[in-house]
Every structure is written in structure tokens, then in C-alpha cells.
RNA sequence: AGCGGGGUGGGGCAGCCUGGUAGCCCGCCGGGCUCAUAACCCGGAGGUCGGUGGUUCAAAUCCACCCCCCGCUACCA
């Protein structure tokens, strides 16, 4: 089976937040399942880098959107590397690859005419040149009078607006006061597909309630058309004749990226005819990881384009979508401070720390919420002491009583039982990561150590080792061979760690496929083994943040 | 306002779709073990599952209404 799986592009006007690492994550325990169970796999994302926000930004830095982007990517990048995502693609929208597919799959379907121009009239700041979103709009709000209401919405009284019905208007940007301009803007017949979209939601069994509800509920509210183009500068230049400096709208290249990414992806391996047998073939599944803000252009939107397209592309098998990360209580808000950012994180803990406790919270049926006791007391006392301490027992064990090689000794009849228990629960990891129940699958995967700490226990293999050693023996090479296939599993969610479990067992190359993590191995001599994890302090942890804030250690506390 | 999600022992959550003795982690109490990172294992106390009414032999689970919390509403991405 052919695997594309994918994570949202984030949006890189800034650093990435924890709540943003939950779809990368999901994504790539994901894709790292996919190849242990020897799927044949393609995870991409990238930056999303067009649109206001970042012109904005870069106007306020004073460089260019380019240059800004450009840095962003990089550290963006490098973060994601270092959090041990596995993508075999991250590109960005400013790819020339990307560029030119936009473009031309944007100009199939405006010749298979599913694509029409209308006037419209615009709020347009004559200072800044440019015509301005609804949300850049602020001015006083007709009816609560609060001052600062947007184009879109008054934040106080929670109204609807439109920037029209403000009271004395006024450019978000730099103050001065917009004008009404009429702009002529292409759009995408989305209801034309309403009957498909309904038909390919309803007979799509995997996806989440979440996104199937609303969805449907959309569909039945009535589709509206979707504009395509903006008049931003900093953009992907709309093709369609009579749009000259035009762009394409963020949203609807960005979600093209799953394609286009793939493409560059066999470009750069110098196949590129495999990119239209992935893309295009029958016995291929596309999975995308997602917040519940984004569903409609996960299931609307971004399949009504590939059905227009008429190309023959695959429709999402899946929309992984999850509901919202809080922290504390409150919403991530880069203005307050409320929330932690990707490299303060890295700075605080290894990264699987991290992965470990953001899947053991994955928000898969309401918000969930991030809270330094819950996450000092998850890690110290079910990564450290349950996993951590079960694979050090078991190690040292074999350290200091068999001078750090496994016996080659039979098993007897309750260590195979112990064993095929073992592999019972890992049945059941991998039918939850196939239900993409992650945080499940990872609690499955606790409970493999359970089980060995409870062998090891009842056992008690440091009386046999003097007065029966035999099962002393059986013990041991039971207790390795789970930790061995407790390796495989703990690769897709904490790769780092099992990494280094794989050459503390002193096995080579690195944790085996699924198929082959209960095959039973003998006589290895152990390399060094020490603590694979320790505890955390909820205090250090805060007090280490503050410090990377105050010092700037991290670009995201000096934005 | 409309739509969606949630309200389960002290804290954090699962179960609800496919009704039938309420489960997990932490915390608390008691016991065991000493190989291990004061780690591990066993046992126990603690919940009438937001409220009211209904369906049913039986409801946390289905239906109706109500209360509270949160999110979304498509030109922010």
C-alpha cells in the first residue's frame, strides 16, 4: 500500500507553538508506523509563507517578505529536525516546483470551467498601496461603540461585522483611513460540487465525528463560492487571463502543497513518473493531520479542487483532525506570552520528552490542556519510572549478572506466555494507530512495561539467578526480547530513545519493522547501558523558560 | 444568534455511537520485593457519571428540556 501522509503547513509569520506540534507529531508517529509496517510511505508538509500577515511582518521588520521567510523556513526547518519529524519533504510555498503547479493545475481548472470573475468592492489603504482583509480593519463598532473592533468580527460584543459597517475605519497597519475601491477577483464554483462532496463525506467511514458533523452541516447550510484571488503583492501571481498582479489566495495554494510536495519529492529523487503513480493510483491512501479549524478545507474545499482538476488525484482517505491544545487553562496568545514555543521547548527538554507527552494528550475527542504538574508528573512517573526504570532493571540485570550477554537459554512456559501476552497489546497498538487513536496506542505501549515490571517481579530472577538458573536464565532472555519489541513500537513515538535502547541492547542498525520485533534473540553482548530517561522538576522547567525568555536565547522570545 | 465540542471519585482523563455490576494515571491508606532511577509489584478507601423529566426489565450510555464552560461562523491563517 502507497502512503501519502501529511501535516498542515504552518503559517511562519513566527515560531510554531506547542499546539502546532501536535499535528506535526501525530503526522509523523504516523508515517513512522506506515514504514514499520513496511508500507511504502511519503510525509510532507512545509511553510506556508504567502499572504497579509507576512507582508505585514516584514514590513514592521523592515525587509523584504522574502528575506523573512527565507530565515523563518530555515529555523522552522531545523526545528522540526530536531523534534525527530520524519518527513521525507518540507518544503515551502515559495518553491519553484510549487509556483508552477499552482499555477497550472489553477488554469486546468478554470479551462474546465469551474472557475468565474466577479466585481467586488474592497476596503483599500491608499498610504500602504494595498487592499486590506476584513481583519485589518479596525474601527469603531456600530454596535457596542468599542473602538477597536475588526473588519470581521467585534471582539468585545462578538458581532459579525463587516469592515463597511465600521464607524470611522481605519488601516490596521498604519492608521490612515481606507477608501472603497472596486476589484475584480476570480472565484471557485464550490457548490457545483455539493452533491459529490456530500456522496464522498457520507461514504467516508474513517473520518473523524468531528469532521464528518461539520462538514455535512456545511454542505447542508449551502456552499458559497470561494474566492481564489487576492491583491496581495506577496503571493503565488494568479495565471488567469486579466488577473496581472493578482495572487493566489494563501489558503487555497497551501493546500495544494500536498501535492505539489510529493511532486518535488520524486523530482529530487530523479523519478518523477512515480509522482503521478502516487498521486493517481488506485492502491493509495492520503492521510492529513489537522486542528478542527482547518476541516472544511480538509474536506471541502481542497477535494472539490482535486475533483475539479478532472486529474484523476486521490481524495483524502482520512482528515485526522483533532480539537484545540490549551495551555494552562487558556488559549495559545503570542501577544501575552500564554503558551511555549517550539525552540523554548527544545530548550527545556530532548525532544522526545516532548513527543512523549503532547501524544499522551492529543486533544482526540475535546480541547485538551496543558499543564505543567499534569506533564511533570506524566513523564516522571510513566515515561521515567514505568518505561525508564523497567529497561534499566532489565539491562543492568543483565550487566552485572551475566556480564552484559543474554544467555542463549530456552524459554519455558511462562515467559512465552508473558511474551505472547506482550504481543497482544501490540496487536492493539497498531489497531489503535490504524483508527489514528494515538494517544491510545501510546498508553497500549505503557502498558507492554507494566507487563514486563510485573514478569520481572513475580519472577523475582535475582533469587533464581543462585537457586534456579535455568528459569533464571528464561527470565532474562524473555525480559530482553520484550524490551527488544517494546524498541520497534517506541521508535514511531519517541525515535530518539529508542534509538539509543536499540544500541544499549547492543543491536545493530536500528529498531526492527513490526514483523520482526518478536523474534526471539539470544546472546547479544549489551553495549553501555544507562538511564534512558530522568525526572523532570516543574520549578527548573520554569525557571530554565524564564531565563531563555530574559536572555533571548530563542528567536521566538525576541519577536 | 446559528453550528459544533465538553460537564464522570481530590486532580487529569477513558467509557457514551453498538444500553446490563463505572475504567486508567496521579494523589491517599495498607502490604510485598530489594534486580532497578526512593524505582517495581499486590491490595484497599473514595464517584447515585451537570440538572429535571421520559423510554426501557435495565441508562453515564437513548430521547426531550434546562444550566454552566469552550470553540467555530468560511476575505486572519
Known amino acids: 500500500m502507497r502512503w501519502i501522509v501529511a501535516s498542515a503547513w504552518p503559517y511562519i509569520n513566527a515560531?510554531?507553538?506547542?499546539?502546532?506540534?501536535?499535528?506535526?507529531?501525530?503526522?509523523?508517529?504516523?508515517?513512522?508506523?506506515?514504514?514499520?509496517?513496511?508500507?511504502?510511505?511519503?510525509?510532507?508538509s512545509g511553510s506556508d509563507e504567502h499572504g497579509t500577515p507576512i507582508e505585514i511582518e516584514a514590513i514592521r521588520k523592515g525587509i523584504s517578505p522574502k528575506e523573512l521567510t527565507d530565515k523563518m523556513h530555515s529555523y522552522v526547518s531545523d526545528l522540526f529536525n530536531r523534534f525527530g519529524i520524519s518527513y521525507d519533504n518540507y518544503t515551502r510555498t515559495e518553491s519553484p516546483t510549487h509556483v508552477k503547479f499552482v499555477q497550472e493545475f489553477y488554469m486546468r481548472v478554470y479551462e474546465n470551467g469551474h472557475i468565474f470573475e466577479k466585481e467586488t468592492e474592497q476596503l483599500y489603504c491608499p498610504n500602504d498601496k494595498m487592499f486590506l482583509p476584513d481583519r485589518f480593519v479596525i474601527g469603531t463598532c456600530p454596535y457596542c461603540g468599542y473602538e477597536k473592533a475588526h473588519g470581521d468580527q467585534c471582539d468585545r460584543c462578538g458581532r459579525l461585522?463587516?469592515?463597511?459597517?465600521?464607524?470611522?475605519?481605519?488601516?490596521?497597519?498604519?492608521g490612515a483611513e481606507p477608501e472603497l475601491r472596486r476589484t475584480k477577483h476570480w472565484f471557485f464554483d464550490l457548490p457545483k460540487f455539493s452533491g459529490k462532496l456530500k456522496e464522498y463525506v457520507e461514504s467516508n467511514e474513517q473520518l473523524p465525528d468531528n469532521a464528518r458533523s461539520m462538514s455535512l452541516s456545511m454542505i447542508e447550510d449551502g456552499l458559497k463560492p470561494r474566492s481564489i484571488t487576492r491583491d496581495n503583492k506577496w503571493g503565488i501571481p494568479a495565471p488567469f487571463p486579466g488577473a496581472e498582479g493578482k495572487t493566489i489566495y494563501v489558503w487555497m495554494e497551501a493546500v495544494l502543497g500536498y501535492v505539489s510536495a510529493v511532486k518535488e519529492y520524486f523530482e529530487r529523487l530523479g523519478k518523477p513518473e512515480e509522482f503521478d503513480e502516487f498521486w493517481k493510483?488506485?492502491?493509495?491512501?492520503s492521510i492529513y493531520?489537522?486542528?478542527?479549524?482547518?476541516?472544511?478545507?480538509?474536506?471541502?474545499?481542497?477535494?472539490?479542487?482535486?475533483?475539479?482538476?478532472?486529474e484523476g488525484y486521490v481524495l483524502p482517505y482520512n482528515v485526522a483532525s483533532t480539537e484545540f491544545l490549551l495551555?494552562?487553562?487558556?488559549?495559545?496568545?503570542?501577544?501575552?506570552?500564554i503558551g511555549i514555543w517550539l525552540d523554548e521547548a527544545l530548550a527545556l527538554l530532548p525532544a522526545d520528552y516532548w513527543r512523549f507527552y503532547m501524544i499522551y494528550?492529543?486533544?482526540?475527542?475535546?480541547?485538551?490542556n496543558f499543564a505543567w504538574d499534569d506533564m511533570v508528573a506524566k513523564i516522571n512517573d510513566e515515561l521515567n519510572d514505568t518505561l525508564g526504570n523497567l529497561i534499566h532493571r532489565v539491562l543492568s540485570f543483565i550487566k552485572s549478572r551475566y556480564s552484559g550477554i543474554v544467555p542463549d537459554a530456552q524459554l519455558d512456559e511462562e515467559s512465552e506466555e508473558m511474551l505472547k501476552e506482550a504481543k497482544e497489546i501490540a496487536e492493539r497498538i497498531e489497531d489503535s494507530i490504524e483508527r489514528v487513536k494515538l494517544r491510545d496506542a501510546l498508553k497500549e505501549f505503557l502498558e507492554m512495561a507494566r507487563l514486563g515490571n510485573r514478569f520481572f517481579?513475580?519472577?523475582?530472577?535475582?533469587?533464581?539467578?543462585?537457586?534456579?538458573?535455568?528459569?533464571?536464565?528464561?527470565t532474562v532472555v524473555a525480559s530482553f526480547n520484550l524490551l527488544k519489541a517494546m524498541a520497534s513500537y517506541m521508535h514511531i513515538f519517541m525515535p530518539f530513545s529508542a534509538e539509543r535502547l536499540w544500541r544499549m541492547m547492543g543491536l545493530d542498525g536500528e529498531p526492527a519493522p513490526f514483523s520482526d520485533a518478536f523474534n526471539i534473540v539470544t546472546g547479544v553482548q549489551l553495549g553501555e547501558v544507562e538511564p534512558l530517561f530522568h525526572k523532570v522538576n516543574k520549578e527548573e522547567l520554569q525557571e530554565k523558560l524564564e531565563e531563555v525568555r530574559e536572555r533571548g536565547e530563542v528567536l521566538s522570545a525576541r519577536e
Not at 289 to 309: E, Q, R, V
Open 15 to 44: 515560531v510554531p507553538h506547542l499546539g502546532t506540534l501536535i499535528q506535526v507529531l501525530s503526522s509523523d508517529v504516523y508515517a513512522r508506523y506506515r514504514r514499520k509496517k513496511g508500507d511504502s510511505v511519503v510525509f510532507v
Open 161 to 174: 461585522l463587516n469592515p463597511t459597517d465600521l464607524i470611522n475605519p481605519r488601516c490596521a497597519i498604519c
Open 281 to 285: 493510483g488506485k492502491d493509495t491512501k
Open 289 to 310: 493531520f489537522i486542528g478542527k479549524d482547518n476541516i472544511p478545507f480538509h474536506t471541502l474545499i481542497f477535494p472539490a479542487l482535486l475533483m475539479a482538476s478532472e
Open 327 to 337: 495551555f494552562e487553562g487558556e488559549k495559545f496568545s503570542k501577544r501575552e506570552r
Open 361 to 368: 494528550i492529543r486533544p482526540e475527542t475535546k480541547d485538551a
Open 457 to 474: 517481579n513475580s519472577r523475582e530472577p535475582w533469587r533464581d539467578i543462585r537457586e534456579n538458573k535455568p528459569r533464571a536464565d528464561s
